[in-house]
Nanobody
Framework: QVQLVESGGGLVQAGGSLRLSCAAS????????MGWYRQAPGKQRELVAS???????NYADSVKGRFTISRDNAENTVSLQMNSLKPEDTAVYYC???????????????WGQGTLVTVSS
């Protein structure tokens, strides 16, 4: 069974920075796409950024130029560097991995537990 553990959320003032990390643990799997999503109160969960195995990235328009996603394939981790934070970035942030279970020959989507980011004005 593959589990994701997130870290790095917290309270920051507008204009500040935070770095989120998400690590996968388990056995007999490989990771394809990695991504970060967020859900603000009363809103639907939305994609923030994603990164493929080869390192191609995709960002929501609202975070382009401020957030950077990166991955460490050797450590099975993905990070999200968030700069110039705004109050509207306040949300619970979730990581999501698309994994391949090697001996079960199946692809799964696995989510982290979520970490709260609060940006004060």
């Amino acid at each position: 069974q593959v589990q994701l553990v997130e870290s790095g959320g917290g309270l920051v003032q507008a204009g500040g920075s935070l770095r989120l990390s998400c690590a996968a643990s388990g056995r007999d799997f490989s990771i394809n796409a990695m991504g970060w999503y967020r859900q603000a109160p009363g809103k639907q969960r939305e994609l923030v950024a994603s990164i493929t195995t080869g390192g191609s990235t995709n960002y929501a328009d609202s975070v382009k130029g401020r957030f950077t996603i990166s991955r460490d394939n050797a450590e099975n981790t993905v990070s999200l560097q968030m700069n110039s934070l705004k109050p509207e970035d306040t949300a619970v942030y979730y990581c999501r991995f698309t994994i391949w279970r090697i001996y079960r020959f199946e692809s799964l989507e696995v989510w982290g537990q979520g970490t709260l980011v609060t940006v004060s004005s």
